[in-house]
């Protein structure tokens, strides 16, 4: 993997985690009146992830193929298991252990059947 492969991908998975956010916003959004100063507050810090997203993404998908970057996509699931445990104390199960290992798996066999192939 180059050097430019490397940043982007890095970039990408930094890009990754900033989206992930949106989901802690729709959650605690849950936690407010519908309307309220609290539920606008939650909802107007989803669109700011999802707008600085929106653009990353871009940038993005123009230095890489976007089969690798939308395949890449799946560890929000891992970053949604961080995010619950670190701000919502939910709790890590073996099962939910399981399906991350499985989908970075799948990431990363993925990415090594993309590099053997030329790409």
Known sequence: MGASRGKTLLGLHALLALYSLCSICGKLASGFELMS??????????????GLYAIGWQQVIKRMPLTSAYANKAVTIVWGIIWGVLLFHEA??????????VVLAG?????????????
């Open 37 to 50: 100063p609290g539920f606008v507050l939650c909802y107007g810090g989803m669109i700011l992830v999802l």
């Open 92 to 101: 890590v199960t073996p099962a939910k252990l399981l399906g991350a290992a």
């Open 107 to 119: 990431v990363v066999l993925f990415s090594l059947s993309e590099d053997e192939g030329g790409q």
